[in-house]
C-alpha cells in the first residue's frame, strides 16, 4: 500500500519548498519537489495544500508517570496528547515510582510502551549514588541516556556524593543528561523565604528559593566533571543567561537543552499564571528568557523540549512550597514554538532543527528526525490558523494546560508515526502502537 501526501509546503534541513511524500509501509519511499512530475498511481492521495509538513517531533524530555503515578497521567494518556501535537517519538525520564533505576525497571517500562504507547518511545537509566556498576551494562542500542539529578529530586535519585558523580561521568556510555540545581543554596534559600514570608509563601517565591545561583553553581561543577573525564554532557532545562555562556565556552562535549516553560514565560507571568507554571528549575527573569530566546538562533541551544509534567489541579494549589512542580505541555510544544516564529523570534527552520534533527543527531536516533527516503515516516502536517486553547482541546490525564486561553497560530491537522496516520483532524487511532526507538551507536 503507498499513500501520497502532497502539496505541502516541507520545512526540512534548513530549507522550506512545496513538494509531496510518497510512504509505503512504515517509510519514506521518495520527496518529490514542486507540484509537477509526481507518481502516476498511489494506493490513496491526501492534498495537503496549504499546510505545513515537519518532521515529527522529538520531545527527548518527558514525565508520563507510569507506574507509580498514574492518577495524573500514564504511557497511553500522554502518548495521546504526544501524537495530538505533533510529538512521534519521546524519550521518558526514570523519576516514577519505583525509579528507572535497574535494568529490571527499564525493561518494565519498556514492556509497558509496547503494550500502551501510541508514539515511539525510549527511557532513560537513572542514576543514583550507588549504581554505576550498572552503567556499562546498558543496551547502548536501545536506551536514550543517563538521567542525573544534580540538584533535589524525589525518591533516591539524588546524586550528591563526589565519588558516585565521578564514577557515573567516567563509567556511562551514553550521553548524561543532567537536572543541575545546587541543593545546599536551595534550602539556604527556602530558609530564608519561610522566615520572612512565612511557610507557604507567594508562588513568585519560587524564582527566589530555586534561584539562578543554584543552577550556575550545579551547571559549573557539572561541566567541570564533564571535562575532566570525556563524558558526553547535555544539560537539560536551561533557565539562565549565564549557564548558556558557561556551556557555550565549554566546548562541543558539552550541550544545552531549552525547555517551553523557560522560553515561553518569566517570574513575571506568576501574577497571571501562578502556580501553573511553577516548575523545577523555577522561570526566571524577563532577561534570562530574552537571552534563551535569542540562544535558539545562534547554536547556543541544541534542542528544546518540554519536560512535560501532569499533575493534577488540586496538586498545583497553594504556594511556593506546597504546590507541585511542573507543567503538561507535549500536546501545545510545536504550535507554541512556531507561534514564536510569528512574533520573529525564530525561524521555522530552526524550530525543526531544534525540535526534531538536533535530538536525532545528539541521541543517534535511527533513521528519524529527518524527512529522507528510506527514513521511517515520522512527520505532522500543520496548518497555519488562530486557535485559542481551551480546557476541551487537552489529552492529557490532568486535563488542564498553562496556555488554557492564549492564542497559538498554528494547529495539528495530522501526525503520521510509522507511516500510519495516528491522530487526524481530532481523531486519535487509539489502536496504534508506536515502536521501540533504536539508536545508531557505534
Excluded at 558523580?165 to 530558609?191: M, V
Excluded at 527514513?375 to 500543520?382: G, I, P, R, S, T
Aim: proline fraction near 4%; charge should be negative; include cysteine.
Amino acid at each position: 500500500m503507498t499513500t501520497l501526501v502532497k502539496n505541502a509546503t516541507i520545512i526540512n534541513e534548513g530549507q522550506s519548498f512545496i513538494g509531496s511524500l510518497l510512504l509505503g509501509g512504515d517509510s519514506i519511499l521518495q520527496i518529490f519537489r514542486g507540484i509537477d512530475d509526481l507518481p502516476p498511481h498511489s494506493d490513496s492521495v491526501i492534498d495537503a495544500t496549504g499546510c505545513f509538513l515537519l518532521p515529527g517531533v522529538i520531545d527527548e524530555h518527558v514525565h508520563f508517570r507510569e507506574p507509580g503515578m498514574t492518577l495524573k497521567g500514564d504511557i497511553f494518556s500522554e502518548s495521546q496528547a504526544a501524537a495530538a501535537g505533533g510529538v512521534t517519538s519521546v524519550f521518558e525520564m526514570p523519576n516514577t515510582n519505583p525509579p528507572t533505576t535497574t535494568l529490571e525497571c527499564w525493561q518494565q517500562k519498556m514492556d509497558l510502551a509496547k503494550n500502551h504507547c501510541l508514539v515511539n518511545y525510549a527511557f532513560y537509566f537513572g542514576a543514583t549514588n550507588n549504581n554505576a556498576i550498572l552503567l556499562p551494562q546498558l543496551d547502548i542500542h536501545h536506551i536514550c541516556g543517563v538521567k542525573l539529578f544534580m540538584g533535589s529530586s524525589t525518591g533516591n535519585m539524588l546524586v550528591d556524593q563526589a565519588q558516585a558523580l565521578n564514577d557515573i561521568f567516567k563509567l556511562s556510555p551514553l550521553p548524561i543528561i543532567t537536572h543541575c540545581e545546587d541543593t545546599s543554596i536551595i534550602n539556604r534559600n527556602a530558609t530564608r523565604v519561610k522566615q520572612i514570608y512565612g511557610p507557604d509563601a507567594d508562588v513568585k517565591y519560587h524564582s527566589v528559593i530555586r534561584s539562578s545561583e543554584a543552577c550556575i553553581s550545579s551547571t559549573q561543577k557539572a561541566i567541570h566533571i564533564a571535562l575532566q573525564t570525556g563524558a558526553r554532557l547535555h544539560i537539560a532545562h536551561v533557565s539562565t543567561a549565564a549557564e548558556l555562556q558557561l556551556i557555550h565556552s565549554a566546548g562541543a562535549s558539552v550541550s544545552a537543552e531549552a525547555c517551553l516553560s523557560h522560553i515561553l514565560f518569566c517570574d513575571e507571568d506568576y501574577a497571571h499564571f501562578g502556580t501553573r507554571i511553577k516548575c523545577n528549575p523555577s522561570i526566571k527573569t524577563t532577561h534570562d528568557r530574552d537571552e534563551l530566546r535569542r540562544a535558539l538562533s545562534d547554536n547556543r541551544i541544541l534542542t528544546v523540549a518540554t519536560d512535560h509534567a501532569p499533575h493534577l489541579l488540586a496538586e498545583k494549589q497553594g504556594g511556593a512550597f506546597s504546590a507541585a512542580s511542573g507543567m503538561p505541555m507535549v500536546q501545545f510544544s510545536l504550535p507554541a514554538m512556531l507561534s514564536l516564529t510569528d512574533e520573529g523570534v525564530l525561524s521555522r527552520e530552526r524550530v525543526v532543527e531544534l525540535m526534531c534533527h538536533g535530538p536525532a543527531k545528539l541521541f543517534h536516533v535511527d533513521k528519524r528526525g529527518f524527512i529522507r527516503t528510506g527514513f521511517k515516516a515520522d512527520f505532522v502536517l500543520l496548518r497555519h490558523v488562530n486557535h485559542v486553547v481551551s480546557s476541551a482541546d487537552v489529552l492529557s490525564k490532568c486535563n488542564w494546560s498553562p496556555l488554557e486561553g492564549c492564542t497559538l497560530q498554528w494547529v495539528v491537522d495530522k501526525t503520521f508515526c510509522n507511516g500510519h496516520l495516528v491522530y487526524d483532524n481530532g481523531h486519535l487511532d487509539t489502536n496504534s502502537r508506536g515502536e521501540a526507538i533504536l539508536f545508531n551507536r557505534p
